[in-house]
């Protein structure tokens, strides 16, 4: 019998909708597991639900996404083998980490394994600067350094934003679209279906983080997030690979830098969080409210209208970025952090305005300089003196 061979667009098709066909199914009886097993995410506090949640919606992306790409595919990827088992290794880590807890130090380990075997197995490895700081080749050991720490980076950067409903996913739906319509304009099919099957499954799965439904909400939990950090990181190494090995579609002059801006905000927000903990002498991996999804529903967003509003600032970053894309690495990159820090300015007075307006000094004493921007920069989690209890300024109503 002869093979089935589906062409470029084909392919793309089937493997999205497959994907977001598998996930939309599976998310539902995940649910009704999840629920009759007890095993929802309780409210804490450094959670801001307030009910009782299913999380492993990673189970259902992680579905989609594996069918949807490796039936359509077609030995297009080199190394898919070992990405898949390493995917695998990162998914069981999630599942155990839910299930009956997982120590900080073991997953940390299972992030190192998993992005070894990728660069070991697969030789998808940084190899090229693009001449930042004059320098171009490096040499296996270097790379081998700076891929290692791109994994842990922004494996742990989308973690730390999945934080209110929808964001990670849309951040994934963004990546996974930009560098696809990259590696299909610059012929590379295996890496566009990954893309797609990719892009599929988180849409489908935003639909039910998203929702209002007690009954139908979900969140990816670590299941999800890992494998979502893990996945992007591989698509931004072959992005900026392709750049470095001259068979992208469009040249660009500051791949890098281009490739920050498409995962901007999880970037940006984990190294403003980090220095914010470093400065208060706290633990960098422990949670908090620092974050600025969480100064967004301070100022009065609800989670979807945050999504809303943080997913359009990494669109426009990455529109930013392909305009200056002349003006090189270094300089471009400095302009994001300039826009990142004024975005940021701008939430604090929103938060600032609203929590000052909810202050009574008659009644609780409280200053309204307490309340200055510079605090709620040092220390966005410091509490604030109102009638209203702190959490519920930080849940959607």
């Not at 890992?226 to 996945?231: E, Y």
Request: hydrophobic fraction near 50%.
């Amino acid at each position: 019998m002869n093979n089935i061979i589906l062409n470029d667009w084909l392919a793309i098709v089937v493997a999205f909708s497959s994907a977001l066909l598998i996930t939309w199914y599976y998310v539902p009886k995940i649910i009704i597991v999840v629920k009759r097993r007890h095993l929802e995410d309780k409210p804490e506090r450094h959670k801001i639900h307030r009910s009782d949640v299913p999380t492993l919606g990673g189970i259902g992306i992680f579905a989609g996404f594996i069918f949807g790409y490796l039936v359509t595919v077609n030995g297009n990827v080199q190394g898919l083998s070992y990405f898949t088992a390493a995917a695998l290794l990162l998914f069981f880590v999630g599942v155990k980490d839910y299930l009956v807890y997982l120590h900080p130090k073991k997953k940390f380990i299972g992030e190192l394994v998993s992005a070894v075997i990728v660069i070991l197995f697969t030789n998808l490895r940084i190899t090229h600067l693009h001449g930042f700081m004059g320098a171009t080749d490096i040499s296996f050991i270097n790379s081998f350094i700076i891929t290692l720490l791109l994994f842990i980076i922004i494996i742990n950067a989308i973690n730390f934003i999945d934080g209110i409903d929808g964001l990670a996913a849309s951040i994934g739906i963004i990546s996974s679209i930009v560098f696809g319509v990259f590696f299909w304009k610059s012929g590379d099919r295996g890496y566009a279906v990954m893309s797609a099957a990719f892009a599929g499954a988180l849409i489908a799965f935003i639909r039910f983080n998203l929702s209002h439904d007690p009954g139908k909400k979900i969140f990816m939990g670590d299941t999800g997030s890992l494998i979502l950090g893990f996945t992007i990181t591989v698509f931004t190494i072959h992005f900026n690979e392709l750049i470095a090995n001259g068979k992208p579609f469009i040249r660009f002059h500051s791949a890098p830098a281009f490739s920050i801006a498409v995962l901007i905000l999880p970037l940006f927000d984990t190294l403003r969080v980090i220095i914010l903990r470093i400065y208060n002498k706290q633990q960098v991996f422990v949670a908090d409210h620092r974050h600025i999804h969480h100064l967004m529903l301070r100022a009065g967003f609800s989670h979807r209208q945050a999504t809303m509003w943080l997913s359009l600032f990494n669109i426009s970053m990455i529109g930013v970025a392909f305009l200056l894309d002349p003006v090189g690495i270094f300089p471009l990159t400095m302009i994001l952090l300039a826009l990142c820090l004024t975005a940021t300015w701008f939430v604090c007075r929103a938060v600032k305005r609203r929590e000052t307006r909810e202050v009574k000094p008659a009644e609780t004493g409280a200053l309204v300089s307490d309340l200055c921007i510079e605090n709620l920069i040092k220390d966005p989690e410091r509490p604030v003196r109102t009638k209203i209890p702190a959490e519920e300024a930080l849940v959607e109503h």
